[in-house]
């Protein structure tokens, strides 16, 4: 079994819709969480970061955090064509100053039509 | 501020011959990671760098991989013979290990094809 489980998808949307994407994990050392967004033949770039449980908003996106089910999601609200894209969650346990692994789930790629 | 800058962007060659992925991390960040994506199995983290110092080389698939980080702004991953299963986006990553992990910022990738 994987550590980090995501749904690959496709997720086609219109454009306006809210959408949710979610990873669950295993292990229960992880406490930093981020979800990363990756366009078409370009790197991962950092969307939200967030530590322990609890909810992060940032304009049309917001990360939610459950440490006791260990699960994770990705709201967009009022989604847009330039969403269009593979959103990869990631984690990670404090390692302290050795360095720190990041989990990754395999992304789920998402299309908004206009 | 720049990124992280990868060399060269797209790279094809012959299968036996020896590649050099290139990466700058991002000034200040003293850790730095290389992970290979592929479509079967996303995205695997190869090897990461504390301090320049190799930290964990556990993801290195085989010995004919090597990476080396000569100083703070600077590492190579060498591919010493390349095969057509190397095919794959070479993505370089960094952050700044302290106190509290930060989070890892990638470069846009060599995009490495082995015939």
């Known amino acids: 079994q994987k550590e980090v489980e995501q749904d690959p998808g496709p997720l086609s949307v219109p454009e306006g819709a809210i959408v949710s994407l979610n990873c669950t994990y295993s292990?229960?050392?992880?406490?930093?969480f981020m979800w990363y967004r990756q366009y078409s033949r370009k790197g991962p770039e950092l969307l939200m970061y967030?530590?322990?449980?609890g909810n992060k908003e940032d304009g049309r996106f917001t990360a939610q955090v459950d440490k006791s089910s260990k699960y994770i999601s990705l709201f967009i609200r009022d989604s847009q064509p330039s969403d269009s894209a593979t959103y990869l969650c990631?984690?990670?346990?404090?390692?302290?100053?050795?360095?720190?692994?990041?989990?990754f789930g395999e992304g789920t790629q998402l299309t908004v039509n206009p | 501020d720049a990124g992280v800058i990868q060399s060269p962007r797209h790279e094809v060659t012959e299968m036996g011959q020896e590649v050099t992925l290139r990466c700058k991390p991002i000034?200040?960040?003293?850790?730095l990671f290389w992970y290979r994506q592929t479509m079967m199995r996303g995205l695997e983290l190869l090897i990461y760098?504390?301090?320049?110092?190799?930290?964990?080389d556990s993801g290195m698939p085989e010995d004919r991989f090597s990476a080396k980080m000569p100083n703070a702004s600077f590492s190579t991953l060498k591919i010493q013979p390349s095969e057509p299963r190397d095919s794959a986006v070479y993505f370089c990553a960094s952050n700044r290990q302290g106190n509290s992990n930060q989070p890892q910022h990638f470069g846009d990738g060599t995009r490495l094809s082995i015939l």
């Open positions: 990631a984690m990670s346990a404090l390692l302290g100053t050795s360095g720190s692994r990041l989990t």
């Open positions: 967030t530590y322990s449980s």
């Open positions: 000034s200040g960040h003293n850790s």
């Open positions: 760098f504390n301090n320049n110092v190799p930290i964990d």
């Open positions: 292990n229960s050392a992880f406490q930093y």
